[in-house]
């Protein structure tokens, strides 16, 4: 399977705790995002790298979260101090660019966080 | 705010009709948008696209209809089929990341 890929699918952690998720993409794709998605809602963009260099940040992303692509391949997104408002679907996208022309994202099954 | 928006939240339609599923977007900096598709559980699968300097991309049973004065777009599916049930997601792009309507869930019949 060459999709992209996420890790765990499923967390249920406590108030306060720290969680990290891992996001594996096409390989061949110099783009990831990350995405949140809320109930009743459509994604809501967070932040992306291409290659390992973060480029943009929402004002969604507070100072709880970090991503990281370390080599410019899988990406981590840590959340730090979990608060129920946290619970949501997180999911991650690639793509390819080149020459400046765009691409279609492709998207991972996502992780279900839900914080108690 | 939300810069786009799907305006009907449910769709019902008798297999082998045709599905028509609307979108209005307010940032005319967007020259690019795509349907996705999202089954419970599952990740957007990516449907179709379509570039602000066409109005019209068909693949297959599907097509996407751009109105750029209106800033409006369209998804027509034809035939519908019962494996098309499931949440349909329009998104804009202006460079690099996507913003997403709140989806149009998709009933089809037998």
């Known amino acids: 399977d060459t999709g992209v890929s996420q890790d765990p699918r499923h967390k249920i952690t406590k108030r306060g705790q720290n969680v990290t998720f891992r996001c594996d993409p096409i390989?061949?794709?110099?783009?990831l995002y990350w995405y949140r998605q809320t109930l009743g809602q459509g994604p809501e963009f967070l932040t992306y790298?291409?290659?390992?260099?973060?480029?943009?940040k929402s004002r969604l992303l507070s100072d709880r979260f970090s991503a990281e692509r370390p080599k410019g391949s899988f990406s981590t997104l840590e959340i730090q101090r979990t608060e129920q408002g946290d619970s949501a679907m997180y999911l991650c996208?690639?793509?390819?660019?080149?020459?400046?022309?765009?691409?279609?994202?492709?998207f991972g099954p996502g992780t279900r966080l839900t914080v108690l | 705010d939300q810069q786009v928006k799907q305006n009907s939240p449910s769709l019902s339609v008798q297999e082998g009709r045709i599905s028509i599923l609307n979108c209005d977007y307010t940032?005319?900096?967007?020259?690019?948008f795509l349907w996705y598709k999202k089954y419970p559980a599952e990740g957007p699968t990516f449907l179709i696209s379509?570039?602000?300097?066409?109005d019209k991309n068909e693949d297959g049973r599907f097509t996407v209809f751009l109105n750029k004065s209106a800033k409006h777009l369209s998804l027509h599916i034809v035939p519908s089929q019962p494996g098309d049930s499931a949440v349909y997601f329009c998104?804009?792009?202006?460079?690099?990341?996507?913003?997403f309507g709140a989806g149009t869930t998709v009933t089809v019949r037998a």
């Open positions: 940032n005319s900096m967007f020259d690019y």
């Open positions: 998104a804009a792009s202006d460079d690099y990341k996507l913003s």
């Open positions: 390989s061949e794709h110099n783009r």
């Open positions: 379509i570039s602000s300097i066409k």
């Open positions: 790298f291409q290659n390992e260099a973060q480029l943009e």
């Open positions: 996208a690639s793509s390819r660019i080149r020459g400046g022309i765009y691409n279609e994202q492709f």
